[in-house]
Each structure stands twice: as C-alpha cells, then as structure tokens.
C-alpha cells in the first residue's frame, strides 16, 4: 500500500494529451498531468497546494459560482487559506492592497455560461482555471488556453460522473509535486478501473477524430445527431443535442414576459470550424415579477426542479435548470415549462 | 455533479455485510457503512470528521506506526487537530491531564502484525480502529470488533489496490453525517467501476463460503492452496500462503545471531474454528549487531529491499519486509536472504 505512489496509466496520459491537442482546448506541451478523483478532488488539492508556505490565501470566485468552490474551502480550511466570498466584491474592497488570493474561474461558467477571466490580478494573485465545460459541446472553442493550473473532467466530456476522473494541466513543477504528495497522502491513486475506462473511452473518441483533425473541413453541424454517434462523432453528437435544446428552451421562454434566461453570443469555433452556440449545459432563468422573488420556488410550483440562485451565491430572483439530463427528462421539462408560460399567456388574453 | 450524493452501491454494502457476519470481525449491525478511496482516504476523513467542533486534538499513534497516520495529519492539518507523535510518549507527559486526543490504533499492526488496544483513554479520547488486517489470513479472529469507528480495505483483503475501496463502519449517526459531508464534498462518491468489481469480489467470497458458514466443521487448513483457489475459499488461500512464508522466513532466520523478527503468537479463530498463525502481513526484522545499526542498509547491501524503521517512528535497527509480494518475488527474497545467513555461518565456523 504504502510502497506504490500517485500514477497515471501512460496509456491514458497519451490520449488525454492527443484529446486536447485534437480539440484545441488547452495548451499540454511541456506541462504535468495529475490525476483526481473527479475535479471535485483536484479544486481542493489545487488551493491547498497553492496556498502552502505563503501567507493566508484568501480564496474568492465571482458570483454567481459553483457552490463546491464555497463549501469546499469552508469545510477544509487550514492556517494557510480562507474563504473570502465574491471575486469582485473582493476587488472593490481590498483595491491597491497586495493581498494573496486564489481565485476560481469556471469558463463557461456554472450556472449561467458565461465565458469568464480572472477578475483580481497582482504579484500574489493565484488563478485555478477550472475548464470543466470548455469543450465543443458547451462553448465555441476560440483559443487553446495556456493558464498555470486547468482543471478537467471526464463528468462533463463523456458524461461519465459515476467514473470519478479530474485531471489537472500544470505549468510549475514545484506546484505539480505539491499536487502529487496531496493526492498520494489522500487516496495514493485513482482507481485503475477507472483509468482503464477512461482510456478506452478517450481511445473512441481520438480514433472518431484522428481523420477529421487534418482535414481541411469538419464534418458539418447540421446533421441528425444519430448519424454523428453511429460515427462516434462525441462532439459533433453534443454540440446538435444541447444547441437544439437551448433553441427550443429558448423557444418558449422568448413568449414569456414572466421569466427570462441568460443571453449568450454565438462564436467562432476554431475546433468545429465554424460559428457556433450557444449551447450551454444549464440554463440560468430569472423571475421578472416582483412578487416572483423565489424563482426556484415559482418553478417548483410548476412540478419543475431546478438549483436556486443562493446555491450560486446569487439572488433568489435566479434559478438553474440543467439540460444535460436524459431525453425524457429534458422533454418533460419542456412540456411542464411550455404548460406555465401558455398559462401565462392565456391570463394576459383574459385580461 | 452537483446533485449527486456520496453513495453505496446496495448490492456492495449488502455484500460487505455479509462478509463481516460470514467472518465474524466486526459487528456491522445497526451500524452505518460510508466508502472511501482506500482506507486512506478515510483516515484523514476520520480525524477531521471526529476532530471537528471540538478543542484542538492531539492525533497520535503507537510506535511503531503506519507512516501515513503522521504523514496526513502534518500535511492537512486544520486548527481542529494537530500531530502530536507516539500515543505511548504522549501518555506519560498528559497523565492526569484531560486531553483532547485521536489515536489510531491498527490491529493486527503494520509493521510488526501485534494485537493492539488504545494506549490513551478518558471522556475526551477518540480512537480510529484501523482494521485493515483483522482478516483470517493475517490473524486469528478471536472476537467481533464493535468499536466507534472501524476502518476497512480491499486492499488487504483481496489485493485489489489499484480498485482503492475503503470503508468505514460507524455507530454515531453524527459522525456518519460528518463523514459522508467530508466525502461528498471532496470526492463526490467512489468510482462505481470500483464498486461493480468490488461488488462482484464479495460476491464471489461470500458464495464460496456461505456453505462452511453454519457447517460444524470448516474445510481444514492442511490442504494445498491450489484447492483453496478452486473453491473461491480465498481465506484458506491466503491463510496456508501466508503461514508458509512466515515458516521459511523464521527458519532461515532462527539459523542467525545477526538478525532477529518479532515474536508472534498462535491463536484460537473462530473463523477458522481452530488454532492459527503466526501468518502476518509483514516481517519486522532487527539486527542485533552493534555494527549493524541501519538495519535497512544491512538488507540492501545484500539486495533485499526493505523499509527503514525510522519511517515507522522506530530505530533504525528495525525494518520492514513485506509478505505480501508475488511468489517470484517472495522466492527471490528467501534467496537473498539464506544466503545472508549462510554467509555469517560460515563466517562463524571459519573462526
């Protein structure tokens, strides 16, 4: 037990770094890998190891985020690190002050998709970029970002959440050793079925695209997603469900005066090679009435579940509704959805 | 990701509970179950969770001890715990004093395979039974454990390391809340790969077995370990396995004035329903030479690979072998190691 230490199977190692370098999504030449029991894992490990030696770390995210990066550094507090609350509250408050920080950035970002930068910068300000959601499906892929420490997900690429596999993407060796005595002290390593599953799903999705990364044109976007997954064409497969189910979200959110969800601009997509989105994984709706104050609750009325906004930090006028369910899941949202905003409108037309 | 829970599969929790009640090591009745990534994992999960709300505990354990009790608790150490060395030491400087304490003890122990008892006690005295070897191949099973918080691992009890399945039995529904918070809020849950294969190992020893259970005579312990493995009695398999090591390792090392191994006594297990061992995991090997006082370094000279007794908080004339290797390896370790001998022998009679 105590004689074997952290390891990544090279196998899996070889075809995460092809993945990346297929879709453009992050920069991986020259840098470490680390593995994690899901990035939920890697979040914590990642402060921890950045927050060491140095004075107390104040860990900020700007609202509204996902709660884990809160909860997390709550639960597992040391000497070294605290939580501090809102990235630009945080700004405004501690403005000229050299502060040591650790900020959290979700690009997309979780709840409501938003392409997202560091908001606090300076000589002691650390950024753990978490790219759970940059990948095709979710987001146009413009650049192939090149930060010190990214954090990954096989949850959110393939949809396996059950497997429990993070991987983290970083530049300093100092910082990558820390990382690795984190995790060998906490769980030596991560499961080898897990990383045999992992490789032979990423194996998949490589091959599907191994033809398709020279070639001077994509397969284009506008084909039934049955043909893309006959053809193990993932992205292609993701991009066509989630961009139909914003459309019809969208759809009849767009009829509705009483509720309104998130604006989200289309973008070049360097991967797909053309312009894309919006496609995000949730959808973050508001309530515009005023006595709508609880908007998760006006929807739960509704027989609808979604995440409420203080979860997120954020005000209870917001609600997140996750469209990366199941199909019938998804179309019972709609009908329960579409229901509400006809009962909406019928009101007006008696009115 | 979010919404998901730490959770056990029902199929594994029911088959570890019956492997305890099959084997008789520890009670699981109205008791909570909560998996970990390897016992490992729990460990730490077990000191923040007992050391949470409360004055500052002093973690400690006896010496010699599994390295990674020190090594977790000075790596995550919070202002609800700190590492305060060998539960023995500690003992006499805080008599009378009513400390706040957590003190691992791990019964049958790594390195020297002895039955142990919590050294400390009083009102504000926590203690984490670190189990992983309480199973009829390392020791006898002389009574059903029934403490607070027993911990358990895959690892030790089919080898499956790289699976990393933990799990700890809890009585106090708080302190399973806590634990499943701590785990939720880390990992999410364990790798359900992990859990199927795990699942399906159980099942496999639990069916092999569920006949001897309530027969008045189990199969003896005198039989070749290809039968054992035939039959799925992994127990017996491991038990006559492990049992001739330990023999060929004294044998050799009854022949020497240079080196000595801790002493280990036979005893009744109910499991097997007759007398038993020695048949550790490990052996805990000293050299009693003046010179000698590296005792790792004495091994490594002669190419035997070993594990330094400073690592385990003791003298440096102990060191660890393990007996846990595959047979080429074991095989080549009793080479090396006759020879060893031999050479002082014949050193003695050329005198």
């Known amino acids: 037990m105590e004689d074997s230490s952290v390891s990544i199977s090279p196998a899996l190692e070889r075809e995460i770094r092809i993945l990346h370098n297929l879709v453009g999504n992050a920069v991986v030449d020259n840098k470490y890998i680390v593995l994690g ?29 996902f709660p884990a990066y809160r909860e997390q550094s709550l639960l597992f507090e040391t000497a070294h690190f605290t939580w501090a609350g809102d990235a630009n509250v945080y700004a405004q408050e501690h403005l000229g002050m050299n502060s040591s920080t650790i900020e959290f950035v979700n690009s997309p970002n979780n709840p409501d998709g938003m392409v997202r930068h560091a908001v606090l910068n300076g000589c002691d300000a ?20 090149d930060q010190d420490v990214m954090l990954f997900t096989l949850s959110k690429l393939t949809g396996h959440a ?79 469900v989630l961009r139909d189910r914003w459309m019809k979200l969208n759809q009849i959110l767009n009829q509705s005066k009483r509720f ?34 609880d908007c998760q609750a006006v ?16 005000s209870t006028r917001f609600t997140r509704l996750s469209l990366l369910k199941r199909v019938s899941t998804f179309e019972n949202l709609i009908n329960h959805l579409s229901f509400l905003v006809s009962e909406e409108i019928n009101f007006i037309l008696l009115k």
């Not at 759970?132 to 192939?144: C, L």
Request: net charge positive.
């Open 162 to 240: 059950g497997s429990r596999l993070g991987w983290a993407i970083v530049k300093n060796y100092t910082l990558y050793e820390r990382l690795l005595t984190y995790l060998q002290l906490s769980i030596i390593t991560v499961s080898h079925e897990t990383q045999l599953r992992a490789t032979q799903l990423l194996r998949v999705i490589n091959g599907a695209y191994s033809g398709q990364l020279h070639a001077e044109q994509m397969i284009p976007l506008g084909l039934p997603p049955a043909y893309y997954a006959s053809k193990g064409l993932s992205f292609h497969y993701g991009y066509v």
């Open 37 to 65: 029991v899901g990035s939920m894992q890697l979040l914590k490990a990642a402060v921890a190891s950045l927050a060491c030696d140095r004075r107390t770390a104040d860990v900020v995210a700007a609202v509204p985020y």
């Open 126 to 145: 650390f950024t753990i970029y978490d790219y759970a959601y940059y990948w095709p499906h979710f987001t146009a892929i413009t650049e192939a970002a």
């Open 299 to 314: 929807l739960q009325q509704a027989g609808i579940i979604s995440r409420g906004g203080k979860k997120f930090d954020s």
């Open 260 to 293: 309104g969800v998130q604006h989200l601009e289309p973008a070049y997509c360097k991967f797909f090679k053309e312009v894309t989105g919006p496609s995000p994984a949730y959808a973050w709706v508001y309530c515009k009435q005023e006595n709508d104050e």
